[in-house]
């Protein structure tokens, strides 16, 4: 237990990594985004493309920002679990 929590610490370890790797709804969906974006910039006027891009940015951003609170609320809540079951 001690390796996972120093893993973790330095780095080595990235749970984040593996969430969608197996799930082929994620799989399909990001397809489906990315060939929405290479429709729309094969379309667009080119002065219209950093809009798009600042859309792509801001869409990653957002992203990036919810996938560290679901991560961050799910390390709290198994941790509480663990808590609770080392309690009773």
């Known amino acids: 237990m001690k ?4 893993n973790l610490y330095r780095g080595n370890i990235f749970p ?3 969430c969608g790797m197996s799930n082929n709804e994620i799989k ?8 929405c974006f290479e429709e729309l910039k094969a ?4 002065n219209n493309l950093p809009l798009l ?12 920002q919810y996938y560290e609170e679901f991560f961050t609320e799910g390390f709290k ?3 509480r679990l663990a808590a609770e079951a080392f309690l009773d």
């Open 3 to 6: 390796d996972n929590i120093k």
């Open 77 to 79: 809540l198994g941790f």
């Open 53 to 64: 891009q600042h859309l792509e940015e801001l869409s990653t951003d957002l992203s990036i």
């Open 43 to 46: 379309i667009l006027p080119e």
């Open 28 to 35: 399909r969906l990001s397809r489906l985004l990315n060939n």
């Open 16 to 18: 984040t990594e593996k």
